[in-house]
Structure formats: C-alpha cells, structure tokens
C-alpha cells in the first residue's frame, strides 16, 4: 500500500530530477498519464531511464542515444518490471512526460497530470509485479486527487495519438479498470 507525504511517497525510491516545474496555485490535478520506456529499446534493466530523467544520460553509450543528447523529460514514477517505485518529481509538482498533449480539449496536460512510467515496449506484455504495482499507486493517487476519475486515467497514446502509441496494445486496459474497481470495492466495505 503506498501514502504520500508532502508530494513524495513514502514507499518509493527517490531520484529527484531537475526536470519538473512548479503547478500553479490552485491547479487541479484530474489526469494520471500511464507510459512505457525502455533504454536501449527494448531492453530492461539497467539506470539508463533514471539516468535520463536525472539529465545524467551518457549519449555515447548506445547509439540509439544520441537522438536523447539534450532532451529534458522526466515522469512521477517509473515502475520497474520486478514492481519497484523510483519517483523522480513530486506530486505537487509539474512533470515533463507529456509533450504536446491535450484531453478533452485542454492543452498541455503536463499542467494537470501526473505521469507514471512502465518499463517496457508496446509490444511486451508488462509483468504482474508491474500491475500490481500500477493498482496500488493509481488508487493512492484518486484517494490523493479525486479528480483522477478512472475515465481520466489514459495511456500517452490518448494525449497524443499522432506521436505516441504507449503503453502500447499488450497494455490490458481491461483487466486494469477491473482490478481498479475489484479494489476500489473493498476499499469502500
């Protein structure tokens, strides 16, 4: 079960990234962004995603990594394929994961989201130790921000179809939202 102090959770790793900015006063966080990321693609394991979320990546060590050379992203939280957390930018805090995006017809969702990392592809199924995972935090974060209806929570493919395709078609949309409820459920009894 995770808890959150003053934007953190106590129950994660804490990488804190240079990359994030403050949310403004009074913005209400509706929208939980679920992404994949793997460093070399397709590959798992490894600091290469902490390190590009912290701006440490070495650009010389793969070469798919000179397209990254001065790229600054981060997410909230990263879940690891074995289920581990890393956070890297608080919750109260603006996270750099969604690029040009849009919900419901609102622009720059990075103002109301918060972005979850899976490790992995679009095309490798997401281990159990990663769902499991994902549950958890998710519904820590609606007791968090009720806002975060389950209609808003969406994979990056939904904020920016015309450039992202994460978490990809192996994501298991519907046994997510059953075990979302499944829990919700006997949270409520």
């Not at 403050?22 to 913005?27: M, N, S, V, W």
């Not at 890393?86 to 109301?112: L, M, P, T």
Request: aromatic share 10%.
């Amino acid at each position: 079960m995770f808890s959150i102090s003053s934007g953190w959770l106590t129950q994660a790793q804490l990488l804190p990234s240079p990359y994030f900015a403050p949310r403004e006063l009074g913005e209400e966080i509706n929208l939980l962004v679920i992404h994949n990321i793997s460093l070399p693609a397709g590959k798992f394991g490894g600091h290469y995603i902490s390190d590009l979320f912290l701006g440490q990546l070495d650009c010389n060590a793969h070469p798919s990594f000179s397209d990254l050379r001065g790229v600054e992203v981060s997410a909230h939280c990263l879940i690891l394929r074995d289920g581990s957390v890393i956070q890297y930018v608080s919750f109260d805090d603006k996270a750099w994961h969604a690029g040009i995006s849009s919900f419901k017809k609102r622009e720059c969702c990075n103002d109301y989201s918060i972005g979850i990392e899976l490790e992995g592809t679009d095309d490798i199924p997401y281990t159990a130790e990663q769902y499991q995972q994902l549950i958890a935090l998710t519904l820590c974060l609606q007791n968090q921000f009720p806002a975060i209806i389950i209609g808003n929570v969406v994979g990056h493919c939904d904020i920016a179809p015309d450039r992202k395709t994460d978490p990809g078609p192996v994501f298991d949309w519907q046994y997510f939202h059953q075990c979302l409820t499944e829990q919700a459920t006997r949270n409520i009894t």
